[in-house]
């Protein structure tokens, strides 16, 4: 779930953009590394990158049939750590908002923040928590990949309430979070099921 | 649908207009779009860039029309999220509708109009930018303001292979469809699922092999080609300044409500 | 069981009208070639008559019985009509041969077991039996082929489309591809095949149609590539056989090697 | 120039030996057709004549001088030797075609204008120079296979290693590849290519690389594949024109339907 342009106020496009450079600038950083220790890394990110942006752009079966799309943030963090996510969620979004019209520029630090930065860091920390008490990978995957796409619409949430916070921040938080539940919760599990199978087919090869 | 703005980037007169020209009067637009008032800067917006791009960039009205739709979606759902208010009325408002906690009123309705009307406006400029500019135009342009390259060689290399992946995504998915896999929500999701993990392994798969292409066309640690170098127009800028100054002049006299 | 499209028109927003009103008939037993240039329309055909693609006009019918685009229509037709692309790689999406194979069979509904019989008969059909514990990655181009089209053999369609099955192969894998095709046409599947290869469309074909510039014509194969007008509209190369047979003034269209031995060996 | 392979080994951890001391020579001016089933090791040895493969035995050479397998000797050998794959997806890397091909030339250290220059003539060699602007993703296959031809030749090789040049395209861009090559040959550059298509083979080449079991012949390409013996052990097949030869007990051996037309108009 992507804030769509037009929707913050400046100060909010501000804020978020500084809030979130930091983070991309470390992954920017963190792949520069990695590419100059590895050349040969350089077209498989890339790969990683393009694998991202394409399970963005195909539907996903659901039950309301709407025109859900996973995130893929989940599965990217597990297979390449937050930091590097941060970097490739960034270009993933500006691709987003160029080639799909999904998204938007001034709202661009807004979802790099949901999307690359807060779904992957909870998904990976939910992954690495359950590695550590022995869960089942199954279990690993699929609750990392629903936290991660849940996070991405916790923050979307509170992103769009700090900016129409009426009365207040917490009844606006509540109001979007209950409206964007109907299609998000749902896609979460369902991302979560589509990440089990993948990790069971990927395990298998 | 898929990458027809991409399609129309590749093909648009607009492409030799150099990208800090597009970027002037993109970027111009959409910081207005966000700081004057909505009314009646929005719809000129609307209109304004509407009549550039279909006049001027040739861009299908078609594709134009359904461009700007693709965000509906989530607009239209932000946009009824923000007129509907939730706990106690701010004094002094206008109440048309109220039941228990939720309320509608003439200023959370004025609120939505504006974000609706920006929300549009700022749609029409992305698109305009994303129907006239290839991505790897703006990959060199990226270069040339400094971000590392080997960051930009990676974008450019993800362009290159969404592509091929996307090909083989849309193969795999009707493969799946002709075999019945997407019969009922259980098969649907593992149908899927095999193709998330079917796109996975190609592109791991590609990148291998395009590792091993690149390496026999002397690859060694720099993706260096040749760099599209766009002049600036004149004209264009000119015809751009005129615009954000109509804006901005109709901003200051315009009304609705500052966000 | 005849396979037809009538009247069909089919397009992409990108590329404009590439199917403009085309009428085309698979007749069961019959060996029809697709023949036409990169890009003539020949795979948007083949999607069309398989039901993957949603044509923008016209009629795609089996028996007379037209293909309604809904869920439960598609899952018929898909029943009786299926279509293997060219390229193998991105139509084997399992792990193993095996469970490539079933995937169209559990998705019938079918039981593990009855699933499993389905398997080794369409593997078995093509050929490659000998490769069903095998990594669907590990496997070669041509084996890759032929297990895609078992893919299609286990959901038992009674036309099957193939879209260039012998490209990219080698003078073996060719001939096995042809050995398991003609397997299948004696356990009764139709086999419809597009193809750029003229010299083996004339050998292995009755009908042809060729596609060019949105149109199709549908004839017996020799007449049509034996026409130098529509060969040359239509971006084909007349089959040697045929180009040898027009140099000597031949009345009778020889198909290969066999036919133009007998030719010469006439007094 | 000669380019040159002598007890030559090579072979991959995972399928073990694939080329067994075998010795291969590509004369300028010459053209070799190299022969082979799928996986008979054919685009390993253009591997390791390109220097793309680091061979396990044996010496790869040009004019008698072996290539290093060190930077500074690759660098300087892939400045004469140019290898373009089956697959253009496999080498095309940058969205925009005037970039892609510009790759070589400014990785061989010339100035922007010098490598304009190169993109131009090879873009012309290829008959693509109307492509220079477009898109990679949005050109056909044959586009596609030719712009990836560029993009070596924009290097000015002396000898172009093409692996399966034709394949997988229509008579038209067959024809458009075989004028291309003509091109370049009368350009000065050496082409060698590997096909599974023996017909073409016997039409274009001069000498033939047969590839089998590891070990290879070399030959006038006639020959080789008139000898019905080495045909059967290379799984390939007899070209038309000398399998009808060979059944009318022809002495000598047509390379196509004009030699054919020719023979068979004698009296």
Known sequence: MHIAEGFLPVSHCVGWAVASAPFVVQGVRATVRQVREHPENRVLLAAAGAFTFILSALKMPSVTGSSSHPTGTGAGAILFRPPVMAFLGTVVLVFQALLLAHGGLTTLGANVFSMAIAGPWVGYAAYVVLRRLRTPLEVQVFVAMALADLATYVVTSGQLALAYPDPTFGAAFAKFATIFALTQIPLAVIEGLVGVVLFRVLRSI | MAFSLDAAAWGSPWRRIAVADKTFLVAGTLLLDLVVPAWPVTPLVVLGLSVAAIRFARVGWRLWLAALTLPLAFVVTGVLSIALEVGPVHPGSTIWWAWGPLAITAESVARAATVLG???????????????????????????????????????????????????????????????????????????????????????ERSRRLERGLAGRGYTDDLRTLRHVRPHTPAFLAATCAWLLVLAALGTHGFGVLA | ?????????????????????????????????????????????????????????????????????????????????????????????????????????????????????????????????????????????????????????????????????????DPDGVEDMLTAIARLEAHGTTVTMATHDVDLALAWGTSAVVVTGGRTRQGPVADLLGDPVLVAAAHLRTPWPLELAARLGWAERPRGLEDVTRLLARP
């Open chain 2, 118 to 204: 920006r929300s549009v406006a700022g749609a029409c400029a992305v698109v305009l930018l994303a129907v006239s500019t290839p991505m790897v135009d703006l990959v060199d342009a990226g270069r040339r303001v400094g971000i590392p390259g080997p960051a930009m060689d990676i974008a450019a290399l993800m362009y290159r292979l969404l592509f091929v992946l996307w090909e083989s995504a849309v193969t795999i998915r009707s493969a799946q469809a002709a075999r019945l896999g997407y019969v009922g929500l259980r098969r649907s999701l593992r149908s899927f699922g095999a193709l998330a993990a079917g796109v996975l392994v190609r592109a791991w």
């Open chain 3, 1 to 169: 069981m005849t396979l037809q499209a009538e009247g069909l028109s089919a397009g992409y927003p990108s590329r404009g009208t590439v199917l403009d009103e085309v009428s085309v008939s698979l007749t069961a037993g019959e060996r029809t070639v697709l023949l036409g240039a990169n890009g003539s329309g020949k795979t948007t055909l083949l999607g069309c008559l398989s039901g993957a693609i949603v044509p923008t006009g016209g009629v795609v019918s089996i028996d007379g019985v037209p293909l309604q685009h809904s869920r439960h229509g598609l899952s018929d037709h898909r029943r009786r009509v299926q279509l293997v692309l060219q390229d193998p790689d991105d139509q084997l999406f399992s792990a193993d041969v095996t469970q490539d194979v079933s995937f169209g069979p559990l998705n019938l509904g079918l039981s593990e077991d009855e699933a499993r019989d389905r398997v080794v008969e369409a593997l078995d059909l093509l050929g490659v039996s000998h490769l069903s514990e095998r990594a669907t990655h590990q496997l070669s181009y041509g084996e890759k082929k032929r297990v895609a089209v078992a893919g299609a053999v286990a959901m038992r369609p009674s036309h099957l489309l193939l879209d260039e099955p012998t490209a990219g192969l």
